[in-house]
């Protein structure tokens, strides 16, 4: 049984975000095909729900590092500590 590939990373886990993309884009390309059986039409929302979720925490770890990145009066970029603000405390 090999059902508890939803939250787990697997060996087929893409490495990049620019792979998991694609990934997610033929899985959604598979599923508007209508040519699916419903068993494997749930197989791929999960795995697509994965994919996405996977997309969006690096996105959200890319703008983060973006946002510390700040270029100081020399023309040097310095990486500035995170402050609680951007953590979302409030």
Known sequence: ????????PTAETP???????????????AMESDDLPLDQLI????EGAALAKLCQDRLSEAEVK?????ESLDGVLVAQPQSEDSLGAA
């Open 1 to 8: 049984m090999s059902t508890a590939a939803t939250s787990a």
């Open 15 to 29: 490495a990049s975000f620019e792979e998991a993309l694609k990934k997610l884009e033929s899985i959604v390309e």
């Open 43 to 46: 197989q791929r929302f999960e």
């Open 66 to 70: 973006v946002r510390r990145l700040e």
